[in-house]
């Protein structure tokens, strides 16, 4: 909508994980680190907790794509699931081709077949679930299960847990007080500092190609830090609900004012600010509109 406005090739500011963005603030790259020094030493289990909209996600996509050719990876966006269906999740993320109607045992087999066939292959498979604060208490004993496989020399399986904190008092239940402590590895997501935002606007902005001047003004900045706390998934979309209102008044810069009434907005969603947003949008779009007519007619 107004990426050519403002000289964009695409949005910025979207809270789709796309690894393209990954921002590197001293929080994700040391989570990173550990991710991939936990990899490569082969543990079992690797937790990374963070609150809501601390970039979970993005980590976990991001941890995958910078592994090496020699792991292979299984993702799981949603284990809410019991035992056997979480099983079936694995198998199918590892290519497996089963009977409709296989029965525990040979699911379990077949498992354990395909992680031997790649170990052999000289593969380390690790499996990424997220949301792992929802996955039931019996999945996550047959998760331990799972890493009981091993050669001589390390893990046929390594999982990493993806969760919101309250993941922590998940593992503290006697019934999975093995699986706790296997995980030897850990880190908790933060959210941005105040000096983080001003790098990770302007990184998003550099990705989705804007090359001007500052496009956020520093009260701007000031005032989007203290509506989101630093959260990336909010000022993703506050950053992009104060583009927009930019646009539609037809600025290059965004203003503290911007900010505050996409804060307004975001907070308090009953208030109606899009309608007169809409409006001004309209207008500059049929205005293009006719400017691009009257080029056509010439």
């Given at each position: 909508?107004?990426?050519?406005?403002?000289?964009l090739?695409?949005v910025?500011?979207s809270?789709?994980?796309?690894?393209?963005f990954?921002?590197?603030?001293?929080?994700s790259?040391?989570?990173?680190?550990?991710?991939?020094?936990?990899?490569k030493s082969?543990?079992?289990?690797?937790?990374?907790?963070?609150e809501?909209?601390?970039?979970?996600?993005?980590?976990c996509?991001?941890?995958m794509?910078?592994?090496g050719?020699?792991?292979?990876?299984?993702?799981?966006?949603?284990?809410?699931?019991?035992?056997?269906?979480?099983?079936?999740?694995l198998?199918?993320?590892l290519e497996l081709?089963?009977?409709?109607?296989?029965?525990q045992?040979?699911?379990?087999?077949s498992?354990n077949?395909?992680?031997?066939?790649?170990?052999?292959?000289?593969k380390?498979?690790?499996?990424?679930?997220?949301e792992?604060?929802a996955?039931?208490v019996?999945?996550l004993?047959a998760?331990?299960?799972?890493?009981n496989?091993?050669?001589?020399?390390?893990?046929?399986?390594?999982?990493?847990?993806?969760?919101q904190p309250?993941?922590?008092?998940h593992?503290?239940?006697?019934?999975?007080?093995?699986?706790?402590?296997?995980?030897t590895?850990h880190?908790?997501l933060?959210?941005?500092?105040?000096?983080?935002?001003?790098?990770?606007?302007?990184?998003?902005?550099?990705?989705?190609?804007?090359?001007?001047?500052r496009?956020?003004s520093?009260?701007?900045?000031?005032k989007?830090?203290?509506?989101?706390?630093?959260?990336?998934?909010l000022?993703n979309?506050?950053?992009?609900?104060?583009?927009?209102l930019?646009?539609?008044?037809?600025?290059?810069?965004?203003?503290?004012?911007?900010?505050a009434?996409?804060?307004?907005?975001?907070?308090?969603?009953?208030?109606?600010?899009?309608?007169?947003?809409?409006g001004?949008a309209?207008?500059?779009?049929?205005?293009?509109?006719?400017g691009?007519?009257?080029?056509?007619?010439?």
């Open positions: 909508m107004y990426e050519n406005h403002f000289g090739r695409e910025p500011f809270i789709t994980p796309d690894t393209s990954f921002f590197t603030s001293p929080h790259q040391e989570a990173l680190n550990t991710l991939l020094v936990a990899a082969g543990e079992g289990f690797i937790k990374i907790t963070g809501v909209g601390t970039g979970k996600t993005l980590l996509r991001k941890f794509a910078t592994l050719e020699e792991f292979v990876t299984a993702y799981i966006p949603n284990p809410y699931l019991e035992p056997r269906t979480l099983m079936l999740a198998a199918d993320e081709t089963l009977a409709r109607d296989v029965d045992h040979q699911l379990l087999k498992i077949f395909r992680l031997l066939e790649l170990a052999r292959q000289g380390q498979v690790v499996l990424c679930l997220d792992a604060q996955i039931p019996e999945s004993e998760l331990r299960l799972l890493t496989l091993e050669t001589e020399k390390r893990k046929l399986l390594q999982i990493v847990l993806f969760g309250e993941l922590n008092s593992l503290q239940a006697d019934s999975i007080r093995q699986l706790a402590q296997r995980i590895f880190y908790h933060g959210a941005l500092t105040r000096d983080d935002l001003d790098y990770y606007l302007a990184h998003r902005l550099r990705v989705a190609g804007y090359a001007g001047a496009l956020f520093r009260s701007a900045v000031r989007l830090f203290t509506a989101t706390g630093g959260i990336p998934r000022v979309i506050m950053s992009n609900k104060a583009l927009m930019a646009y539609g008044e037809g600025r290059q810069q965004v203003e503290r004012r911007h900010v009434l996409a804060a307004s907005d975001t907070v308090a969603p009953q208030r109606v600010l899009w309608p007169w947003l809409a001004a309209g207008v500059a779009v049929a205005a293009a509109a006719v691009l007519t009257w080029v056509l007619t010439k």
